[in-house]
């Protein structure tokens, strides 16, 4: 299992703009919102926790082997990393906002 990614081509994001500017997205119905954003990638954290998980009991059953339960480690490990590390930013910005003078 791999970290989530979101590519973005010139064509697809000339799309999106189009949309915004004609009023085709309202926030409410985007499906590629902020916050759908952040739930899949919150998706693909636990997932790959979860196939550490399955790794390691294969190989403690001697299914599996220690290169596949390290690499599974490794990746959720990784993945758990940079939420902590998005979450903070996103608490850190939160907390500038709410320091601005009115």
Known sequence: M?????????SGAANAYAR?????????????????????ALQG??????EA???AVRAISGEGNL?????????AELALQTAISVRDKVVQAY???????I
């Open 67 to 75: 290169t596949e339960v390290a690499t599974a480690v490794t990746r």
């Open 2 to 10: 791999s970290v989530p990614t979101l590519t973005v081509t010139p």
């Open 45 to 50: 954290v636990v997932s790959s926790g979860h």
């Open 20 to 40: 915004i500017q004609n009023g085709a997205l309202d926030g409410a119905g985007d499906k590629g919102g902020f916050g759908d954003v952040m739930s899949r």
């Open 53 to 55: 998980d399955a790794q």
């Open 95 to 101: 907390q500038d906002v709410m320091r601005m003078p």
